[in-house]
């Protein structure tokens, strides 16, 4: 997954304007603030936009693609990027939904806010007419809201005890869908889990990656996570220190909608094994955590098992036998 061709534009454009970024010092310091749960609102912007922004857009894309897949007769308006930085969502968002016509950017950063006004001007109209508002997602401005509220890798920024919390009030600035991403570490899982529990109380109904909306059965030390790769800039490279042109962004998400029902199916919720005897998955869904396999011999069912991957929705599609 790349970039759009507008976005590296604007973000190259801003570099030259404002100095190249991207040293290795600053990508180091990036990371070291964002593993201990530090605030964005000091982060060198050059460092962010070449080592983090590529990765936080392409597991927002990937999120915001199975939010369409499962939701293909919503069409949101407008878009409201909570704890939004640079406006990474609001790209990813309007390439989902080319019809969004109204994006507002919420932020507690002056400078976020100012960047992400920047780089919106190279994007489509929805982008480039963007509003604004200074404001916390623990307590968005009275009258704001949207058709889709996006928080990416907002939450964790907070404590973990506030995260439901300001889950509840985004979930409120709701009017159709919620979607919210964070890092794919047990501390992100933690607020997704934490967040779920509390918006399912208030009614909301799981669209992905929960396939139902009982209790999260993951415990112990294990955590729902998922990958993309991107493809990485010479510039990404380079700060990031790296010998190899691709990275695996890890992620955590939750997509909560106002109406419908939740899916039923499962969900695959780590990487399968396809072996020439059959392909074996991890799958979460209304029974549990349970493993399952799909023998060769089954035919039409393993062509089918074959092409799924990590995050894939395993349905009646496929015929599958318990794993022995």
Not at 212 to 221: E, M, R, T, W
Not at 297 to 320: C, I, N, P, Q, V
Request: glycine letters at 10%; a positive charge; aromatic letters at 6%.
């Amino acid at each position: 997954m790349t970039l759009p061709g507008p976005l590296q534009g604007a973000i190259a454009a801003w570099l030259e304007r404002n100095g190249q970024g991207g040293r290795r010092a600053g990508s180091d310091a990036l990371t070291a603030t964002y593993r201990a749960g530090g605030s964005s609102a000091a982060v060198d912007l050059a460092a962010y936009l070449v080592a983090r922004l590529p990765a936080t857009y392409a597991a927002v894309a990937r999120v915001l693609a199975e939010t369409r897949a499962r939701r293909p007769d919503l069409a949101p308006e407008s878009l409201l990027d909570a704890g939004s930085g640079p406006g990474t969502a609001s790209w990813a968002a309007v390439e989902a939904w080319p019809g969004l016509s109204r994006v507002t950017f919420l932020d507690t950063a002056p400078v976020f806010l100012k960047l992400a006004a920047s780089l919106a001007t190279a994007g489509p109209r929805p982008l480039a007419s963007a509003g604004a508002v200074a404001g916390s997602i623990e307590a968005p401005p009275g009258g704001l809201g949207a058709d889709l509220v996006v928080a990416a890798y907002a939450l964790a920024e907070l404590p973990l005890p506030r995260a439901a919390a300001a889950a509840a009030m985004l979930w409120a600035a709701s009017r159709s869908l919620l979607v919210i991403v964070e890092p794919g570490t047990p501390q992100g899982f933690a607020r997704i889990r934490a967040a779920r529990e509390v918006l399912l109380g208030q009614g909301a109904v799981p669209v992905a990656p929960c396939t139902h909306a009982l209790a999260c059965p993951i415990a112990g030390d294990d955590w729902c996570h998922f990958s993309v790769r991107l493809a990485r800039s010479r510039a990404h490279m380079h700060a990031k220190g790296a010998r190899v042109p691709f990275e695996d962004e890890r992620f955590a998400y939750l997509v909560l909608a106002r109406e419908g029902a939740p899916s039923g199916l499962a969900r695959v919720i780590a990487p399968p094994l396809h072996a020439k005897a059959g392909s074996s998955f991890k799958l979460c869904g209304s029974g549990g955590i349970e493993a399952r396999h799909v023998a060769r011999r089954d035919g039409a069912a393993y062509k089918l098992a074959r092409k799924l991957d990590w995050g894939s929705l395993f349905g009646a599609s496929a015929t599958a036998e318990d794993e022995a």
